[in-house]
């Protein structure tokens, strides 16, 4: 694992809901057997070594007495080895022991040498012999002890993570059913848990899947009532350009007959435009894919293009020698894309300005790349991520009276979404550039 993994894996693990769940109930449990464990360990210990001390003295003085005075070597020996003790025998006649004397002993001291963790006792013929636990019977245990606590508190770690994991998964399909209905997708909804006996997670998912219900169905009836107007705008529309044509053509109508017909021109485009939206923003947008050239397509749009727009300065067309000649893309959509992609890089071009660029270049995979770039202001970066919002204008150039109603970008996102390809934008100070790559769908058979 690299350190940028490692980092962004402790970055997550910091910042989880789950792991610091975990870590609060570890360290409260720590906390509350740490003190409850202190307290009444304190309070047993005292009444413990109170009732203890005196036997353990009793206990010693009767060993003592067993090992003799002066002190048998046999009889010690004998004893060390029944009970679990050392004996260390220091005297003028005898200096002997039974095993090297523990660091640390039993909690408890008599006679001679008291506050040390021994038990001493002076003979009548001057011998000093000490009494400790051996150290094997002393320590074997409570280190056996520590090591079954630590592996039980391990797997009780792991088991309140897996639970806390389990009690939390709502909330990540919450969230991961938030982002799905914030992407236009409403299809499945957010699986409920505990339906039967709901509680404060279940009633959320409830809530939410009821909320994209509600989304959803005012969606339905905005694209409903859209398509309604457009489709009931287009009679009225054809009969009045037809009576707009019928105009008497002399020099006092024309200029109100030639104003008239640009203006229906523009409302029939707009209609179009948004029926056309509304079929590429259906989940189920039905493209009619076949061979296409697109370095031809944009030759003859180029063209076009240009001879709508005669003040402006002509396209300069930039297409990579190893482009593939027919890629399977929907022509018609295509043609829409770079029209849509032309007409705005050619109405945000100064005159005097350097005239926009189209570059067509292959994609890794096949598909084709597609780049637009005018030569005029841009737009400030906060403006970029909402240039192909449908009826978007900034506040600079790109107003209402440079044309166009917003939606050319719109549309452009909409036909590389249809494709499976993606749309970016970026300033290339100068001028604005925009990026479309269309993946080409695979050869079919014969």
Known sequence: MS????????????????????LLFVLLALAMSAAFL?????????????????????????????????????R?????????????????????????APRHG??????????????????????????????RAEHDEPRRTVWITLAALLALTALAYAAVHRMLRPIRDIGAGVRRFGAGQFEPPIDVPHARHPDELSELARS??????????????KRGLLLAISHELRSPLTRARLNAELLPDDAATEPTRAALLRDLALMRELIADLLESERLASPHAALQREPTDVAALARELAASVAAAHPAAPAVALHV????????????????LLLRNLLDNALRHSPGDAAPPELHLGPMPGGGVAIEVRDHGPGVLPEQLAHLSEPFYRTDSARQRGTGGVGLGLYLVRLVAQAHGGTMSVRNASPGLAIRVELPAAPAVSE
């Open 3 to 22: 350190g940028s993994d490692r980092r962004g894996w402790w970055r997550r693990a910091r910042h989880s809901l789950r792991v610091r769940l975990v």
């Open 106 to 135: 039993p909690p408890w001291a008599q006679g001679e040498g008291a506050g040390h963790r021994a038990v001493v006792r002076q003979t009548a013929d001057g011998h000093r012999i000490t009494l400790s636990l051996r150290a």
């Open 320 to 335: 990579d020698a190893v482009l593939p000649p027919a890629l399977r893309l929907d022509a018609g959509r295509v043609r």
């Open 76 to 100: 010690a020996r004998a004893l060390a080895e029944q009970l679990p003790v050392v004996i260390r025998i220091e005297g003028p006649q005898v200096n002997w022991a039974s095993g090297p």
């Open 208 to 221: 939410v899947n009821q909320m994209a219900a509600d989304i959803r169905q005012m969606l339905d009836a």
């Open 38 to 74: 202190g307290g009444i360990g304190r309070a047993f210990s005292v009444g413990w070594r109170a009732a203890v001390d005196p036997l353990v003295g009793d206990y010693a003085d009767r060993l003592v007495a067993d090992i003799g005075s002066p002190p048998r070597i046999d």
